[in-house]
Nanobody, 126 residues
Framework: QVQLVESGGGLVQAGGSLRLSCAAS????????MGWFRQAPGKEREFVAA????????YYADSVKGRFTISRDNAKNTVYLQMNSLKPEDTAVYYC???????????????????WGKGTLVTVSS
């Protein structure tokens, strides 16, 4: 069992930056691949970024490639999402998710993830 708690969301102007954190409980965090997803009002939850257990493999949605960076610190049981050059269309609730596998697909589907946090709201003003 893994419990996930996101933090770092907030209100930022377009062009600004935010760093989201996801703190995980459990001694086996390093054996899980991790992902970030987001859901805007009225839209389906969508993939943002993913990272393998070691951090050696990372994947991004085309819409955030070059602007967002996913990373993890297994010693701290934490995964991060650095978001730069934010756009109003990035406004959403951002969710951290864990997959009970050391590897993850390049574009994982939200329904394939095993554990979820409650989300943190990111609002980008124009």
């Amino acid at each position: 069992q893994v419990q996930l708690v996101e933090s770092g969301g907030g209100l930022v102007q377009a062009g600004g930056s935010l760093r989201l954190s996801c703190a995980a409980s459990g001694r086996t965090f390093s054996s899980y691949a991790m992902g970030w997803f987001r859901q805007a009002p009225g839209k389906e939850r969508e993939f943002v970024a993913a990272i393998s257990w070691s951090g050696g493999s990372t994947y991004y949605a085309d819409s955030v490639k070059g602007r967002f960076t996913i990373s993890r610190d297994n010693a701290k049981n934490t995964v991060y999402l650095q978001m730069n050059s934010l756009k109003p269309e990035d406004t959403a609730v951002y969710y951290c998710a864990a997959l009970n596998s050391p590897t993850i697909a390049a574009e994982p589907q939200y329904y394939g993830m095993d554990y979820w946090g409650k989300g943190t709201l990111v609002t980008v003003s124009s």
